[in-house]
Nanobody
Framework: VQLQASGGGLVQAGDSLRLSCAAS????????VGWFRQAPRKEREFLAT??????NTFYGGNVKGQFTISRDKNTVYLQMNSLKPEDTAAYYC???????????????WGQGTLVTVSS
């Protein structure tokens, strides 16, 4: 499964962005999909994950209440509100077989989309 993350860009503090994750060749509909991010000189961190039906979600404590994960049949979204400069990072989506914050349990990764938040 090849994943494509998109929707990043340069925004100002307080703005919102919606990231999208889609798969080529195969549908995402049977996968658990997670979002992660990696800021410069920092480790990659878990943001959110969603099960195939979309009914169950799990958020990292750092973004709960600020980010919302959702999905339709072929795309998983990450709605990001009230963005802050510290949200600047490369954002990655990943697909796997479980609802987890453990990035090692995700089998497929997208290439990342860059989000830059200016103050």
């Amino acid at each position: 499964v090849q994943l494509q993350a998109s929707g990043g860009g340069l925004v100002q503090a307080g703005d919102s962005l919606r990231l999208s994750c889609a798969a080529s060749e195969r549908s995402l509909s049977t996968y658990f999909v997670g979002w992660f991010r990696q800021a410069p000189r920092k480790e990659r961190e878990f943001l959110a994950t969603i099960n195939p039906s979309g009914r169950n979600t799990f958020y990292g404590g750092n973004v709960k209440g600020q980010f919302t994960i959702s999905r339709d049949k072929n795309t998983v979204y990450l709605q990001m509100n009230s963005l802050k400069p510290e949200d600047t990072a490369a954002y990655y989506c990943a697909a796997g077989g479980t609802l987890s914050n453990n990035q090692g349990l995700y089998d497929y990764w997208g290439q990342g989309t860059l989000v830059t938040v200016s103050s």
